[in-house]
């Protein structure tokens, strides 16, 4: 079923891995950010970002956890860019059985980024706030997206009527309630 | 709860291999902050000064700073002490980079080692597991091809390691201890980490560190995190590039040297190149840079960008910092792609890169003099660069004259002889110093250089101008904002100093002034060594983000401890203290205090003794750079004082000392 289109604001951190001076600040603040009471401890660990980084190679790349996943994938993909082999896993936001980002320490459960979601809102993750060199940078872009119609209660119900009965069936006694008057 | 540290140290006996974590005395945390001042305290109770450097009773401290692991930006100093094996006193050697912060999300603010171990061993740290493993598969690697086999064959890549190289190994005096982009290169520390028979150290730590007062603590770093930019963006006028700005000297990023070529020495810190630079040569160097740099790379939660990853077409990759860019390429009277070059192969080594390249000219012109012969350098190539890699080669496994020059340029010397030691001479208390050489004496440089614990100029000069500004106008526009000053005299000094005339060196600043100004920049330096700041973001540069108005509240804040500028001044300064009482039970004295012999053309010899005997007087020590009974009882000090008089090098009523020791008598 198609909806109407509808804008939506999307909160995104840009990363350009170019700029990256591989301090980790963006790690420690957002384990700061985090904590309980805020900012009473830090712990990289504990970090919703994550510095992939090989120096010998020059390899820097800031990578922010996204979902959880149960399972780790089943091949994996080399990329080469400019001549340097980045696993695929430097690029991959999972909180995954495969490596040990984007977990707690001490329990194992999955971590997200949140956007430093708080209230009132900061004006930029914590982590942008603390990269002067600009490897992450914050952006807001609106995107148009279809929303779904909301179905009424009598389309759900009657659905799974039809599904359990048929819809011929459905047909015939809705029919006959009506001739009944 | 502990807060900023973690209130354990790991205490490593080497020889027989056992491992215990030890709770700390939190009233020594208030006594000495931590780092550099609590190792001071360690080795004060447990090396006495018969303990020679090489043996299993010279203890061998990894130590973190109080901040370090905090969010405070740029606290992320490892502070290493132990027995220099040059100088015979304490050394003290820093480096940046991780290591430090890995050690406290370990869960230790310390990693204490004594005695040696049978067969060459790393330590790796897992947070609570802690184990003395084999080494014998990394004898003879390059440092940091053994930082990158042990995150290898631990699987973890994110372990920090801090290694020797063959330098280590062997026990050259320039040894130093590497760590990705750092190093902690100074006074040879690396050789006592290789006579323990210790090749790296391998941290990973997973645990918090906590903060005392949170809300009041991220404040101050946010204010920190906002004055680097604008103070980036307003390099200050009329001193040179490099210093205008903040963090170490951006030799990584510069391209000019003209300053440098210039106006320091080349070979053994002997020959001025006035001219030197030109289009040509700054076409040339800026290519040789551009070929081999990739990428501008920081140390831990700092913005600065002081180090560089570089890679050589040829030779692995390595990371360098500062103006190790320069050393080798100077020594050799070569270019920077020979410097870029032999550095790698030097780092891989791990020797100090002030040290060793001066070394190799010494050496270069013993033979020139015909002090050294063909007898001495049997195979030496004839062209100066491949005698530099032959030395270099030679001096790192100690062959032949190798193990000679492995000593450094004082102790080569006199076992050479036959006037060899006229041509070690750009050395303070036994240490090679930067290659410069300058025209009138400038009496705060003079008591600097004479008088800082690590005989090592970066260690104690910084917050104060090094030279007068030209005009009036550029002082006072200099002093407009200067916030960082303990007190407002100190703009007076600025304003009244001139580059001529009646204020200006050697006799201005006057004495009491030069006193004031050296005490300020050396408790900066005492402070940060203590809490793990790098000097970049504070006692080096001018108008740093870190000064003594915001540290109290920086310290209290994180730790619960209260503080007060007065109270934290007065813990630099027991620190300080301590430090020159071991010095001084080991020997040091007024003798040893000069600056390197050539450093100025116009010397002033009574105008001197002067400067000495106002600052021992100003820093409560008596004529001799001893700390009077009274002046470390003032500090709490007294068990010093006690053991000073014990050993009758301070007697009761505090007059000269009644035994004179020398350092140079006590080594075998």
């Not at chain 2, 990394?138 to 190289?165: F, H, M, N, S, Y």
């Not at chain 2, 006579?195 to 790296?200: E, I, P, S, T, V």
Request: with cysteine; charged share 30%; glycine share 6%.
């Amino acid at each position: 079923m198609k909806g109407e289109k509808k804008k939506k604001i999307v909160k995104a951190i840009k990363v350009d891995v170019d700029k990256c001076n591989g301090c980790r600040a963006c790690e420690l603040v957002c384990s700061a950010f985090h904590a309980t009471p805020k900012y009473s401890s830090n712990n990289p660990a504990r970090s919703r970002i994550r510095v992939i980084h090989e120096p010998l190679q020059d390899i820097y790349v800031p990578v922010f956890a996204g979902e959880y996943t149960a399972a780790e994938c089943t091949g994996r993909d080399k990329y080469v860019i400019d001549g340097k082999e980045y696993d695929e896993c430097a690029f991959c936001r999972a909180s995954c059985p495969s490596r040990d980002l984007f977990k707690e320490p001490d329990s194992g459960l999955p971590l997200k980024c949140d956007m430093c979601e708080e209230d009132p809102p900061l004006e930029e993750p914590l982590c942008v706030q603390w990269c002067l060199h600009d490897a992450l940078t914050y952006e807001e872009r609106e995107e148009e997206v279809e929303e779904e119609v909301e179905r009424e209660k009598l389309e759900i119900g009657l659905e799974s009527l039809a599904n359990e009965y048929g819809l011929d069936k459905i047909i015939d006694t809705v029919a006959r309630m009506s001739q009944k008057g | 709860m502990r807060y900023a540290e973690t209130g354990f140290n790991l205490e490593i006996d080497l020889s027989r291999g056992s491992i215990e974590r030890v709770a700390t005395d939190p009233g020594l945390t208030e006594l000495h902050l931590g780092g550099l001042g609590t190792n001071a305290k360690i080795l004060w109770d447990r090396v006495p000064p018969e303990i020679e450097p090489f043996s299993p009773d010279n203890i061998l401290i990894f130590s973190t700073g109080l901040l370090c692991g905090t969010p405070a930006i740029g606290a992320n100093r490892t502070i290493v002490s132990t027995i220099s094996p040059q100088t015979l006193f304490m050394a003290y050697s820093m480096m940046g980079g991780f290591w430090a912060p890995e050690l406290k999300y370990a869960g230790y603010d310390k990693v204490i080692f004594r005695g040696k171990s049978p067969n060459l061993v790393y330590l790796w740290i897992n947070n609570d597991n802690v184990e003395i493993r084999d080494a014998s598969h990394l004898q003879g690697k390059g440092a940091v091809e053994t930082e990158d086999l042990i995150r290898q064959e631990l699987k973890e890549p994110k372990a920090q390691v801090a290694a020797i190289g063959l330098a280590g190994e062997n026990r050259v005096y320039m040894a130093s201890i590497e760590h990705g982009r750092s190093s902690a290169s100074r006074l040879g520390i690396g050789a006592v980490m290789g006579d323990k028979g210790l090749k790296a150290i391998a941290v990973r730590g997973t645990k918090d560190v906590n903060i005392a007062r949170p809300a009041e603590f991220m404040e101050l770093c946010n204010e920190v995190l906002k004055y680097i930019p604008v103070r980036d963006q307003n390099p200050v006028p009329g001193v040179m590039p490099i210093l205008a700005g903040l963090g170490s000297p951006k030799e990584m990023a510069i391209h000019d040297e003209e300053w440098h070529t210039e106006n320091f020495m080349w070979g053994n810190s002997r020959v001025r190149r006035k001219g030197f630079w030109n289009e040509e040569i700054e076409k040339k160097w800026t290519e040789s840079m551009e070929n081999v740099r990739t990428r501008l790379i920081s140390c831990y939660n700092c913005p600065m960008k002081c180090g560089a990853i570089i890679s050589v077409p040829g030779v692995s990759t390595y990371m360098m910092k500062c103006f190790s860019k320069l050393t080798y390429t100077m020594a050799a009277f070569s270019d920077l792609d020979f410097g870029f070059r032999i550095a790698q192969r030097a780092t891989e080594y791990g020797v100090d890169a002030f040290s060793t390249p001066q070394v190799m000219a010494f050496a270069l012109e013993l033979y020139e003099a015909g002090i050294l012969t063909d007898q001495d350098m049997p195979g030496m190539p004839s062209d100066n660069e491949g005698r530099f890699y032959w030395l270099l080669d030679r001096i790192v496994r100690r062959e032949g004259i190798g193990d000679v020059l492995a000593d450094g340029t004082h102790w080569a010397a006199q076992q050479i002889g036959n006037g060899a030691e006229e041509y070690a001479h750009n050395n303070i208390k036994k240490h090679e110093q930067l290659p410069l050489k300058l025209s009138m004496l400038n009496p705060i440089y003079f008591l600097m250089y004479c008088t800082g614990e690590k005989a090592n100029i970066t260690q104690i000069e910084g917050n104060f101008p090094q030279a007068p500004f030209a005009t009036r106008e550029e002082r006072e526009e200099f002093v407009k904002d200067w916030i960082q000053v303990p007190d407002e005299k100190f703009k007076e000094y600025v304003l009244n100093w001139e580059p001529r005339g009646e204020n200006s060196m050697p006799y201005y600043p006057t004495i009491e002034a030069t006193c004031e100004i050296v005490d300020w920049q050396e408790m900066m330096h005492y402070i940060d060594d203590a809490v793990g700041m790098c000097a970049g973001l504070s006692s080096f540069p001018l108008k740093p983000p870190y000064h003594i108005h915001n540290y109290p509240a920086f310290i209290s804040s994180a730790t619960g401890i209260d503080m007060d500028e007065a109270e934290l001044s007065q813990i630099a300064k027991r620190n300080r203290t301590l430090l020159r009482a071991f010095n001084v039970r080991r020997g040091l004295r007024r003798a040893d205090e000069r600056p390197p012999e050539d450093h100025w053309k116009k010397r002033f010899p009574e105008l001197e003794a002067q400067l000495l005997d106002a600052y021992y007087k100003f820093k409560g020590w008596n004529k001799e750079g001893i700390p009077t009974k009274e002046s470390l009882q003032e500090l709490d000090l007294d068990y010093v004082s006690e053991d000073l008089i014990q050993r009758g090098i301070l007697t009761d009523d505090e007059a000269t000392p009644s035994k004179e020791i020398s350092a140079e008598k006590e080594r075998k």
